[in-house]
């Protein structure tokens, strides 16, 4: 392995990580937690899981870039002019949505944390994480979660000649950037693997 998920022979997938590597993938995904927060009443562990259940979501967008990407508006053209209609059907939608897919979000970035604990590096040979079909899915929506907020907090576009991709070494935007490429690589290699 190249440092890229593979077909694992017994199924899933398998990547050989170096300590830096799980070091960097770790960090990133204890920084998204933190970034998606606690959950709805300001804790993790709410002792009244009915209340949570029932418990309102927020109505209006995030004001930080990066989560107003990880939670857009659902009926809103970010193109077009402001829609009353629009946006009142976005912030129903919030109410009731936003508060799930924050727990699902943190939940998939926890595991993937808790994998990336497990592992246990054999000195220059890294160690080798396997995910089955379920834990898969779980990587495929970190890593993108991940991506999603460098590339807003990069201002990454679709330009492939964008300066981004050409940064000087000095420039402390570059490592953001080179974890943003590998994070995508490894996106892809996971996709491809779970192909038929």
């Known amino acids: 392995m190249a440092g890229y998920f593979e077909a694992a022979p017994d199924g899933g997938a398998a990547i050989a990580l170096d300590e830096v590597e799980i070091s960097i993938l770790r960090s990133l995904a204890v920084q998204f937690l933190e970034l ?21 979501g927020p109505t209006q967008p995030p004001s930080d870039p990066a989560l107003a ?15 009353a209609a629009a946006e009142a059907a976005s912030a129903e939608f919030r109410r009731y949505t936003e508060n799930d897919l924050r727990a699902r979000k943190r939940e998939d970035a926890l595991a993937v944390v808790h994998a990336l604990d497990a592992l246990t590096p054999a000195g220059d040979r890294g160690a080798v994480l396997r995910v089955d079909g379920d834990q898969a899915q779980r990587w ?29 070494d ?20 996971l996709i491809e693997t779970l192909l038929p």
């Open 69 to 83: 990407r990880l939670f857009p508006n659902a009926y809103c053209d970010p193109n077009k002019a402001s829609d």
């Open 36 to 56: 998606v927060g606690p959950g709805p009443g300001g804790s993790a562990d709410d002792s009244d899981p009915l209340a949570a259940l029932l418990a309102d």
């Open 170 to 189: 000095e420039d402390p935007r570059k490592p953001l950037m080179m974890a943003y490429m590998w994070l995508g690589g490894l996106q892809e290699s």
């Open 140 to 168: 495929l929506g970190t890593l993108n979660d991940l991506r999603l907020t460098i590339g807003t907090r990069l201002e990454v576009d679709e330009d492939p000649d964008s300066e981004l991709y050409r940064l000087p």
